[in-house]
Structure formats: structure tokens, C-alpha cells
């Protein structure tokens, strides 16, 4: 069993930074690949970012891609998320998700576990 806790989320205007962090407790956390994802109201749960479990790799949505950056401290069990150039349109509940296996994936389905979530909000 892996718990998953998400912070950082916030309001912010448009153009500004939020870093998302999620701690994760349990299991082994360097033995999961990591991902985040997002939702908005009205809308369907879309991938945002993932990162293998040994960080070598990230993987990011087209629509983040060179504004948000994946990492993770695996001696501090945690994923983070550093958004940059924030638009109206990244605001939504952002939640983290842990994969049992080295690489992640893009679909939320293939992950075992999930935190609550947290609140982004961009105001133009």
C-alpha cells in the first residue's frame, strides 16, 4: 500500500509559478514510476507528466511540454511538479498517481494509486 499526499496547489496569475510536490509513505518509493494528472471540471482526467522510477526518464503532455518540469527525490519519497508560465487553462485538480512498475504510462488506468488531489487555479 502506497499514501499519497499532494501540496503546492494555489491561485495564481497567469504567467506566474506554482511547484507541486507529493509525498509519498508505505512501500518502496523508488520502485514506482511516478505521473501526474489533471482535471477540470466538466472535463475528463487528462496525463500531464510522468517520470520513471529511477528518474532517468520524463515524459510531459503536449500542452505542458517546456513550461512544466517532473522530478523526484527518492530519498525524500517525494514527485514534484514545477509549473511555469501558467495559463487559464491549466487550472484544475492536479493529482498524483504511483505505477508498480519502472516505466510510467500515459493512461490513468495502468496506475495503482492515487493521492486526493490538489487545486491549481490560474486567473487571467
Known amino acids: 500500500q502506497v499514501q499519497l499526499v499532494e501540496s503546492g496547489g494555489g491561485l495564481v496569475q497567469a504567467g506566474g509559478s506554482l511547484r507541486l510536490s507529493c509525498a509519498a509513505s508505505?512501500?518502496?518509493?523508488?520502485?514506482?514510476?511516478m505521473g501526474w494528472f489533471r482535471q477540470a471540471p466538466g472535463k475528463e482526467r487528462e496525463f500531464v507528466a510522468a517520470i520513471s522510477s529511477s528518474g532517468g526518464n520524463t515524459y510531459y503532455a503536449d500542452s505542458v511540454k517546456g513550461r512544466f518540469t517532473i522530478s523526484r527525490d527518492n530519498a525524500k519519497n517525494t514527485v514534484y511538479l514545477q509549473m511555469n508560465s501558467l495559463k487559464p487553462e491549466d487550472t484544475a485538480g492536479y493529482y498524483c498517481?504511483?505505477?508498480?512498475?519502472?516505466?510510467?504510462?500515459?493512461?490513468?488506468?495502468?496506475?495503482?494509486?492515487w493521492g486526493q488531489g490538489t487545486q491549481v487555479t490560474v486567473s487571467s
Open positions: 508505505g512501500r518502496t518509493f523508488s520502485v514506482y514510476a
Open positions: 498517481a504511483a505505477r508498480y512498475y519502472s516505466d510510467p504510462s500515459y493512461s490513468d488506468y495502468e496506475y495503482d494509486y
